[in-house]
């Protein structure tokens, strides 16, 4: 056959597993067949010849773990052995009818799903639970079955020839049935959505459709694949119009995916059990083989007489689980021989865990893990030492790579911030095509604009109406879009604070003291702290940003989230104060006539009009007054309402319900939905809430005043411009530390920020923007930290094409500068759309600064750490740093962290001290440290170490597996000092100085190493491996 020429191909019976008992200190693998004689190379000398280094008894001795890695550490030479993400599916052959056909019955991208043979439909992705005896008996098909490898075929047909030929040429096939083992293999494929087709419309029938469902037992349907390839000049692009495939599951597969079909059988006609397994050359779609129109690149053949369709159906699905295994569907991409299989098939053993039978019951289904572990560690080869590495050196490198280090030269940081995002500039606008970015838009608009409306009325009292709402909306305007265009990290949303707010005040009433005229002489103050801001780039001050460690930044940050959610209730109960709860009883009777008899009747029984009918007259003060609205319970529902609406839809991404493309608009336009839904629920009741009152001109509140502030006014003296530098100073470290620390929380690591930080330039653009809004009369605006992180928040991506069962991961963040400029754009037009905004209840609002307060407490393991204090040790989450630090040293740091925030809350309740909230900020830098006297390096580096959560998490998780592994690798390799390890099961019978790698027959063993013996006699027999 002119096919079989292109063929590479392995066959030969290999010897059955058996087990190499040994002293204490050798371990004992399984011998398999030495397939072909090229030998592997190793990645780590070079890519010489491995026999230089292994004999063949060596070879044997080596665990299968490190035989993978050096499989896969060898060079690729072309790009078809190159592994790409696969979708393994696995047929069975059943009769339907007079039909015999192969049915889908399970698939696999990451997990598991069964067809349900009662209700006609998939399963719930799960965990793949495999037989201990399954993947042995897997592992001895492998070893005695056909292997296939790059076969050069382009049609089902002619890789059934192959597989045919190849089977009666090793001995394996009688050539009497050859014909009818490719018949079986070209029958026709029916996936699950085709079934579920039929059984919604059983009427409407193609007649293409009815013409292959009418033959007989003995004329056997050939699969569509086979019709339309068998003939030249057709190819893919027939079978493709017959077999469109399963369109709507596609969206789950990644892109790039190839195939592996698993096909197993029975059949009347065969004595013995023949398997092959097959890796194409290329990459073809074979028609109707796969329920999606993704190309084969595996075929695994298992077919043999009546009477183990079950045990089959078990083999089957242990290769299916074993080709969606991260290395072992790396190790059949790369593997040249027989021997590079059986090696991924140990090591795959050897990672697995087996559960006891009578602990478990096998017919549950395991649910998929919130985080899948990373696999990286099976992957790698054993590292040499490393010298330890200076903390301070270490330490150092990061501050380098953040941008936190001092240049040595004027403006060295400035200019490196700007060589960092010039290159992302271009990037920033194209990255903001996403509808995402119109959500986060519009929720950040009416987050921004109500505050900074509320600010501005309170600003109005501070200073005497020289700024009030028109200039916040102002200031909002300019601020946000020079920052918008220009700053470093564009996902910091600048806003009015309360230490501005109270610096404004002070500083107003001085100029009443003094006599002074308080714009131009706060014109003077902003000059200076412009220029002090100015220095503070130039000499790379921003490098300080490094000692602001997580307990500082959480402080702040959980104290800006109480203050937002402490604000929203008690504007809430003002509204109370201002209208109290209706109770019901009006002080209004009516009485009878005069000289009448009659009692005096309820007015609760009658109304006016029936009064008066019966000539009664009503006394009291409340006669006449139409019934008060509840307005205070009103407004509490709108403000529940809200907080309650968002949180539940931005949670509905992880919802049951609609596709995900639909939940994850809704979760993404979750406040904007609260907003509205609430504000038509108080329009259509009519109750005269609150509205939000934005201005209707462009011009300053104060008539006095113009958009341009004298330097020189004739009641403030001269030297009043040089003595503004001390409250200027003051205003320096407010604005330094609001600005840095909220920037530190929007740049840490868990946020995966690509685009870099930009410390130094966001100082010098704010310093930039201090100065405009002093020459025009406007308030300042710094840096928001609860705005800013939910913009953060609102910007996460996850990603899209999850398959079955997997929980979408986090990628990072849409770093763009569009929403920032929209946000601020919109403000400065609000003035232009007060006919709407002004049907915005107040009560909606502060439902969503509820929202924000309590959505920026996710996330912060100082929160985290509060709420385990009052959690039984059995109900406590499973953080890392539970896992390494003592419980009370936890509480105890807790303790001390509490006791800071409250301090700050009182210094910033207060307005006599407010003033001293950022130089509080400063202090606890200074407690921080001095913690260094109480706890341990060790305890300060995992409660105050600013690696995510789940970074650590992995870390420790490699850790514990690298352990795992240190026992046999050590006695592998001489660098080793002793050996670890542990048994998980053990074969029973096995001598205890007997260990295992790579699988036994019987009982479950999986992984296992012991220590101690014969050290030396070992590193004299492992000599070899010293390179």
């Not at 001795?61 to 078809?80: C, K, M, N, S, Y």
């Not at 299989?341 to 998929?368: K, M, N, Y």
């Not at 019966?614 to 008060?628: E, F, I, S």
């Not at 049907?839 to 909606?844: A, E, S």
Request: glycine residues 8%; hydrophobic residues 40%.
């Amino acid at each position: 056959m002119p096919q079989q020429a292109q063929l590479k191909h392995i066959h030969g019976h290999g010897r059955l597993p058996r087990v190499i008992a040994t002293d204490s200190s050798r371990p004992w693998t399984m011998n398999s067949s030495s397939g072909d004689d090229e030998a592997p190379k190793d990645p780590r000398t070079g890519g010489e010849d491995f026999t230089q280094q292994f004999t063949e008894n060596d070879f044997e001795v080596t665990p299968p773990a490190q035989r993978v890695q050096f499989i896969l550490g060898e060079d690729v030479d072309d790009g078809t052995h190159v592994s790409h993400p696969l979708f393994s599916e696995m047929g069975m052959l059943v009769k339907e009818g007079d039909e015999i056909e192969w049915k889908e019955t399970a698939r696999w991208i990451k997990f598991e799903e069964d067809v349900e043979e009662g209700g006609n439909r998939w399963s719930k992705p799960h965990v793949a639970t495999l037989s201990l005896h399954s993947l042995f008996e897997l592992r001895r098909l492998l070893v005695n079955g056909s292997v296939m490898l790059d076969m050069e075929a382009q049609n089902l047909e002619v890789m059934a020839d192959l597989v045919c030929d190849h089977m009666v040429s090793a001995g394996t096939l009688p050539p009497g049935v050859k014909d009818k083992v490719k018949d079986a293999l070209l029958r026709r494929h029916r996936h699950q959505h085709e079934y579920a087709k039929k059984t919604r419309l059983p009427i409407i029938r193609s007649l293409a459709d009815m013409r292959n469902h009418s033959s007989s037992k003995k004329d056997m349907v050939k699969s569509p694949s086979n019709q339309s390839m068998a003939r030249p000049g057709s190819g893919t692009e027939l079978s493709e119009q017959q077999h469109k495939g399963n369109t709507h599951f596609m969206r789950k597969i990644p892109p790039g995916a190839e195939a592996s079909n698993i096909l197993v059988g029975e059949v009347d006609f065969l004595e013995r059990t023949l398997s092959c397994f097959i890796r194409l050359s290329q990459a073809v779609v074979l028609g109707d083989l796969t329920e999606v129109p993704v190309p084969t690149r595996f075929v695994f053949i298992l077919l043999g007489p009546p009477g183990s369709q079950s045990n089959f159906h078990e083999i089957g699905r242990a290769m299916a689980t074993l080709m969606s295994d991260e290395i072992f569907h790396e190790v059949a991409y790369r593997a040249r021989k027989r021997d590079h299989l059986l090696s991924g098939v140990d090591e795959f053993l050897d990672a697995v865990t087996v559960l006891p039978p009578g602990e478990w019951d096998p017919t549950i289904r395991i649910e998929p893990p919130a985080a899948i572990p990373s696999q990286e560690i099976r992957k790698r080869p054993p590292e040499l030492p490393k010298e330890e590495v200076d903390e301070e050196e270490e330490e150092a490198r990061l501050r380098e790579e953040n941008g936190l280090s001092r240049t040595g030269r004027l403006f060295g940081g400035l200019i490196n911030d700007i060589k960092r995002k010039a290159p992302w500039y271009i990037s920033d606008y194209k990255d903001a095509l996403s509808m995402q970015c119109v959500a986060s838009w519009i929720f950040l608009y009416f987050a921004c604009l109500s505050p900074i409306i509320t600010f501005g009325g309170l600003l109005a009292e501070a200073t005497g109406k020289h700024m009030a709402a028109m200039e916040s909306l102002v200031s909002g305007f300019v601020c946000g879009m020079g920052y918008g265009f220009f700053s470093g990290q564009p996902l910091t949303i600048l806003g009015s604070t309360g230490p501005v707010l109270v610096f404004e005040s002070i500083i107003y009433e001085f100029c009443l003291k003094m006599g002074w005229e308080y714009m131009t002489f706060r014109f003077w103050i902003g000059m200076w702290v412009a220029g002090i801001c100015i220095v503070l780039t130039a000499i790379d001050a921003s490098a300080l940003v490094c000692y602001i460690t997580r307990f500082t930044e959480e402080n702040f940050a959980t104290l800006i989230a109480f203050i937002f959610i402490y604000k929203a209730i008690e504007n809430v109960m003002v509204i109370g104060k201002n209208f109290p709860v209706n109770q019901g009883i009006y002080d209004c009777v009516c009485t009878p006539p005069i000289g009448s008899n009659a009692s005096v009747i309820d007015y609760a029984k009658y109304n006016w009009d029936s009064c008066e009918s019966y000539n009664g007259t009503l006394v009291g003060g409340d006669c006449g007054k139409p019934p008060t609205e509840n307005v205070f319970l009103m407004s509490v529902v709108l403000c529940a309402g809200t907080f309650l609406i968002s949180t539940v839809l931005k949670e509905f991404k992880n919802a049951l319900f609609f596709p995900s493309i639909v939940r994850q608009y809704i979760s993404d336009f979750s406040v904007l939905i609260a907003i509205f839904a609430m504000s038509f629920f108080d329009y259509s009741l009519g109750v005269p809430t609150q509205k939000l009152e934005v201005p209707n001109e462009l011009k300053p509140t104060l008539s006095t005043r113009g958009w341009l502030i004298p330097p020189f006014a004739e009641k403030n003296p001269w030297w009043s411009a040089i003595i503004a530098v001390f409250p200027a100073l003051l205003g320096t470290i407010l604005i330094f530390m609001d600005q840095q620390i909220t920037a530190v929380i929007v740049n840490r690591k868990e946020n995966k920020l690509k685009k870099g930080c930009g410390y130094h330039l966001d100082l010098f653009i704010l310093s930039i923007l201090i100065a405009i809004c002093s020459m025009m009369g406007l308030p300042w605006f710094v840096a928001a930290t609860v705005l800013s992180i939910n913009h953060v928040n609102s910007l996460k991506l996850e990603s899209e094409c999850s398959a079955p069962g997997e929980k979408p991961q986090f990628l990072g963040v849409r770093e763009q500068r569009v929403t920032h400029i929209l946000i601020f754009l919109t403000i400065g037009v609000s003035v232009l759309l007060t006919p709407l905004l002004g049907n915005i209840p107040m009560p909606v609002l502060f439902g969503v600064f509820l929202y924000m307060g309590v959505a920026s407490l996710k996330g912060l393991q100082f929160f985290d750490r509060i709420l385990i204090m009052f959690m039984p040790a059995k109900y406590q989450p499973d953080y890392m740093f539970l896992r390494q630090v003592p419980i009370k040293r936890v509480h105890l740091f807790t303790m001390i962290q509490l006791a800071c925030l409250i301090i700050l809350w009182l210094i910033k309740s207060f307005s006599q001290t407010s003033i001293l909230f950022p130089l509080m900020l400063v202090v606890m830098i200074g407690i921080r440290k001095a913690l260094d006297l109480v706890f341990t390096r060790r305890e300060l580096k995992i409660l105050d170490d600013i690696m995510p959560e789940m970074t650590k998490r992995a870390a420790a998780d490699d850790l514990h597996k690298l352990d795992a592994e240190v026992g046999l690798l050590a006695r592998i390799f001489p660098w080793g000092k002793g050996s670890r390890g542990r048994v998980v099961t053990k074969p029973p019978g096995l001598d205890d100085g007997i260990v295992g790698s790579g699988g036994a027959v019987g009982a479950g063993l999986i992984t296992c190493t012991t220590s101690n013996a014969n050290e030396k006699e070992f590193e004299a027999q492992s000599s070899l491996l010293k390179k």
